[in-house]
Every structure is written in C-alpha cells, then in structure tokens.
C-alpha cells in the first residue's frame, strides 16, 4: 500500500511488514505518464473481467486472468495489496504467457476465510482457486513480500502443480526476532505499528473511523478504479483480513508459520541431502533500499547484510534457485523496476517450456 490508491495517507505506520523492516514507508516518486496509463489500461481490464471463483466451502475468491500460453503464471501480492499491486507488469506478462492475478481473502471481493490467516490456509485458498478456475498447472508463482511465504507453502505442498517461481524481495520465517537482534531501534518502532489496523478492523467502527480508514489518495487511479477502491477495499473485512495475516507473521502464531507442512517436508528433504524444491526454477529479487527512520547506518548495513542472507537461503531451496540483488531498488521492485520483474517471469516460463 505505497501508491496512489494503495496506501492510507494518515495511517502510514501500517507499512510494518509490507517493507520487510520498515515501520514507516517513503512515498516513492510520482509515476511516469506512461506508467500511468500502463496501469489504466490494467484497471480497466481488471474491472470488466475479473471474475468471483466458488471455493468448495462456498467462499468466492476474485481471479483476473488474461493472455494465453502455458505454464499459467500466477501473481500473489503482499500484505494489504491485492491484484491491483501488479497492475504495472501483468498486462506485460500476458503478452507471451497465461498470467492470473488474484485479491486474497478478505480484500476486495474476495469473501473473507477463516482463522488463522496462516501460509498453510492461504496456499490452501490458492490451491482451491486455481482448481474451481479451470486454469490448469503447472504454475509459476509469483509472490512479493509476506506473499512469498504463501506462495512458497504451496510449491513444498503441491510440487507436481509448480513449474516454477519468482520471489519479490521476500519475507523469511521468523525474520522478525534475527532483525530485532541487529536494529533494536526499528524492531520496537514495529511493535507499535498495528494500531491503526486494529481500529479500522472494529465492526461497528466510530464515524470518525470510518472516514479516517477510507481515506485512499486518488491520484493517479481512473474514475472507475477509484470508485471501486472507496467501495470495496477498506471496509473492516480488508482490515481484519491484514491482521489474521500479520498475527500468523509475527505473533502467537509464529511458531507455527514455521512449521507448516511445507516446511516440515522441506527439512525431510534437506535430511536426505537434496534441495526442498528439487531443481524447480527459482529466482529470488532483492531490493537494497529500505528506508525506515531512526535506523541508524549501522543497524542499516547490519539489517541490509541479514536481509540478503535470509535471500541466499530462499534461493538455496532449489539447485536451480538463485538471489539477484537490484542495486538502489526498494521493496515494490514491480514498481520501480518493472521491466526486471517481466523478464524474470520470463526467464522462469522459458525454463519451465524447456523442461517439459
């Protein structure tokens, strides 16, 4: 939530998780006019057909899916986006392969799931999704920030519907406690950052709140986009939705994002001395900028030094896995280099085509 239409202007402490050690974001430069109608033309074809999936427990996940050509790529965003974050690269994408974009539960349309708002569920509602779709696998999955421990949940879970993946400057299991050993500083302005979410999260919500948690800045959104935001994505169901996800990140229910299915079959793998993911093409994106004030320089260097590290982990997962560094790129890397993003999609499809 960094963009036009993504980010509440008076609640900007909630970028807690969504930058992987942030408490407070910067606003990136204002987009190009060609970026912006780049993503017009997205909303656009989001709105007109994007489509609300049956789940076998009766819930409707929204799904928009455009372009042709195999393996379907699918594109999970990070904590308080939904499709809309890839507005910039999907129709990029869909010019050589099959991409789906989707809103998780509780954002947008999307009925919202039950607790907990764990990696094991939401790999579990990206999994029905795509089979109630109709949209075949193997998939690429694509998944940035917190999104990437979901969509990594589904690729140990599933491997045989995974032909591969592209990580957005991902998070890592347990990443909280390791940063809060080398920048203090950021880690207890973290802890208080969930408040806003909590007070837009009440049913009923205050008057005051309700206008304070529906603020979106509406720069650079069409008309049509911008109704639908002011509509659809802030009501409590989005707020609770973040939360159920950031409580399963970091809090009671840490311990147990960690040893989830996935995880557990990844570490009989690694017992037996292959890698998680076997060779299923891997390419991890890393950004190394991320800006997050009263960090002092050496808990930067120190968090920037932990952050790539976690990344060569990641990308360890496959022998085919590796971490690229983006030089002067912050967390939304398919913002700010969108191209690169493209091209890795593109890398990924190409190798998973030649290994059929």
């Keep these: 939530m960094r ?3 993504r980010r509440l202007a008076t609640l900007a402490a909630a970028a807690v998780a969504i930058l992987p050690f942030a408490a407070h974001a910067q606003l990136p430069a204002p987009p190009s006019a060609e970026a912006l109608a780049v993503r017009a033309a997205w909303w656009d074809g989001y709105l007109a057909n994007g489509r ?10 929204h799904l928009y899916c455009e372009g042709s050509g195999g393996p379907v790529v699918v594109l999970d965003a990070g904590l308080g986006d939904g499709a ?5 690269v999907q129709d990029a994408i869909a010019r050589t392969s099959r991409v789906c974009s989707y809103d998780r539960a509780g954002y947008g349309t999307s009925s919202p799931g039950p607790m907990p708002r764990d990696s094991k569920a939401l790999a579990d509602d990206l999994f029905a999704m795509l089979k109630a779709s109709g949209e075949a696998g ?3 999955v694509v998944g940035h920030s917190i999104a990437s421990l979901d969509v990594r949940e589904f690729a140990l879970t599933h491997p045989k519907d995974v032909a591969g993946l592209v990580l957005i400057d991902p998070s890592y299991e347990g990443q909280m406690e390791r940063m809060a050993a080398v920048a203090p500083t950021v880690a207890a302005a973290q802890a208080n950052a969930t408040a806003p979410y909590k007070m837009c999260a009440a049913t009923p919500r205050t008057e005051a709140a309700d206008r304070l948690c529906g603020l979106i800045p509406t720069s650079g959104l069409p008309p049509a986009a911008q109704a639908w935001m002011k509509a659809q ?9 973040m939360l159920g996800e950031l409580d399963a990140f970091q809090g009671a229910d840490a311990a147990d994002t960690r040893e989830l299915t996935g995880a557990r079959e990844a570490l009989a793998a690694k017992a037996k ?3 998680p993911l076997g060779d299923t093409p891997l390419v991890v994106l890393t950004a190394t900028s991320h800006p997050a004030p009263g960090m ?3 808990e930067g260097v120190a968090m920037e030094r932990l952050w790539n590290a976690m990344h060569d982990q990641i990308a360890a997962l496959s022998a085919r896995g590796s971490n690229r560094i983006v030089p ?3 967390h939304y890397i398919h913002d700010v280099r969108p191209q690169l993003v493209v091209d890795a999609v593109a890398e990924v499809v190409a190798a998973a085509r030649k290994g059929r």
């Design 84 to 88: 809309w974050s890839f507005a910039g």
């Design 3 to 5: 963009k036009p239409g």
């Design 296 to 298: 002092t320089a050496e």
């Design 328 to 330: 002067g790129a912050t």
């Design 138 to 140: 193997p998939y690429v």
């Design 273 to 275: 001395g292959r890698p």
């Design 233 to 241: 994505a802030r009501g409590p169901a989005y707020f609770q939705a």
């Design 52 to 61: 609300l999936v049956a789940l076998p427990d009766g819930r409707r996940m």
